[in-house]
């Protein structure tokens, strides 16, 4: 029988450098670990505010301010100077670049994260889609001829956080694997804004051109004018000169842009101080609010769902939307505060939160299309579209004709339309049966003359 050996002399080899190593490097995983679930920012809610980047060349702090108020707010406080801010409909957070670095920084009400891109260079232009994709631009003269994309949604695990290219036919779009890491403006166009906001209805980037050349001497030839984006080919257009309220006196740049729930684009005068809002339709702005600070190193984002400031122009006030899918029923309610010569309401779909499908129409609920008063509205349809089909038919077939000819050809007519019916029907249907990401519903508004404005956009929940 063997003796027992001492205590000593069992620890020593439990305990060999090789078993420290292991410990070591398992309870530093385990601490990343830990780290990382302390880091993730909480989202903030979509409020009807405007977050703007304020820098002294050296600090950077940014606000919250409410238009209608005046109220404002310190939101966080960098010690270095911030190029680009930017909000996600996406995730509901502030995204910011660096200048001088290629670190990009999330932001919520609680909680930083910074990462580092690969191959990206930042700008003082920044914005992102409803679907999640951050583009950033530079005005500056030698840098402004070109933009990145990077994807910042979560849930496309491949791509996030890296550069990708917006030009592909395929989506979402594939990593960009080789320089160049970015997209040039289509036909050697250049960009002079001094930020872009992203509108959800027609998936353009908006931005006011500024009033100095880039190369900082000299008056821009398209000052005060409306600039549109388009980063999926990378057309830049010019549009008509803003004018009203004091605008055309600015003398440097729009520092910071928004694009709001009733479809109005925002921007801040550097040297005045100044918020405006701006009709995109009718290229006139007016002031939103009292004066801000003057400064010509700011930038802009906002929750493009909410209402930044009220206008007496808008045809239709919306209030709360919501949109659900149950037992293969999608449905849709919302309501109206104040409604101005208001026709009817078209229901929209989207698979991306950029490209939206009419999917039904509802007429407003007032005579006269004017209403003072708070109005509730419910849509559904069903995703299967059967008895969509077999009523056309129904309708088709009840009514009485004398001959017996032209009843074969409403026969023939009546199949051959509730076969076409079905079809496209059940096509939408099945896409929405079968989805398991996200669909997006907005409401368009259409006033008696014709012109549409739209609801903010809402996630499609399922039940």
């Known amino acids: 029988m063997k003796s027992a050996l001492p205590f000593s002399a069992i620890r020593t080899p439990i305990f060999s450098g090789q078993f420290k190593k292991i410990l070591y490097l398992l309870l530093s995983f385990l601490g990343s670990l830990y780290a990382s679930s302390q880091v993730v920012p909480t989202p903030f809610p979509c409020s009807n505010v405007t977050y703007q980047s304020i820098s002294d060349g050296t600090n950077t702090t940014i606000f919250s301010r409410d238009l209608t108020t005046g109220t404002t707010a310190t939101v966080r406080t960098f010690a270095y100077v911030v190029s680009s801010l930017s909000y996600s409909p996406q995730s509901n957070l502030l995204f910011i670049t660096r200048q001088g670095s290629s670190q990009l920084v999330r932001i919520g009400s609680s909680g930083v994260v910074t990462n580092t891109i690969t191959n990206f260079v930042p700008g003082n232009i920044g914005g992102i889609t409803a679907d999640g994709y951050l583009v950033v631009s530079s005005s500056e003269a030698g840098f402004n001829d070109h ?102 006196t600015e003398t440097t740049a729009f520092g910071s842009a928004y694009f709001d729930a009733g479809g109005y684009f925002y921007v801040f005068a550097n040297t005045l101080g100044i918020f405006y809002q701006v009709n995109i339709n009718t290229n006139i702005a007016t002031q939103a609010g009292t004066p801000s600070t003057a400064n010509n190193l700011n930038d802009g984002a906002s929750c493009p769902n909410a209402t930044l400031f009220p206008s007496s122009t808008l045809p239709v006030v919306f209030g709360k939307i919501t949109a659900s899918v149950e037992d293969k029923i999608l449905t849709v309610n919302w309501e109206t505060m104040q409604e101005i010569n208001n026709s009817h309401y078209d229901i929209e779909l989207s698979e991306d939160g950029v490209h939206f499908a009419k999917i039904g129409t509802t007429p407003t609920k007032t005579p006269g299309g004017n209403a003072s008063e708070t109005l509730n509205y419910s849509f559904s349809r069903s995703i299967n579209g059967v008895a969509g089909g077999a009523g056309i038919l129904a309708v088709l077939l009840g009514t009485v004709l004398a001959s017996r000819r032209r009843m074969m050809a409403i026969l023939m007519m009546s199949i051959g339309c509730t076969a076409m019916f079905y079809s496209c029907t059940k096509n939408a249907g099945e896409s929405l049966a079968a989805l398991n990401g996200k669909y997006w519903v907005r409401i368009a508004q259409i006033d008696k003359d014709g012109t549409t404005s739209y609801s903010k956009t809402i996630t499609v929940v399922k039940k």
């Open 147 to 248: 933009y990145y994309v990077i994807d910042v949604n979560t849930s496309r695990t491949a791509t996030f956080l890296k550069l990708v290219d917006p030009t592909s036919s395929t989506y979402p779009y594939p990593a960009k694997t080789a320089a160049p890491y970015y997209t040039n403006f289509a036909g050697g166009a250049t960009i002079n804004v001094g930020d872009i906001a992203f509108n959800p209805s027609n998936g353009l980037f908006y931005g006011l051109n500024n009033v100095t050349a880039p190369s900082g001497s000299g008056e821009d030839p398209n000052k005060y004018k409306l600039v549109t984006f388009n980063f999926k080919t990378g057309a830049l257009v010019y549009g008509s000169t803003v004018t009203g309220s004091g605008i055309p």
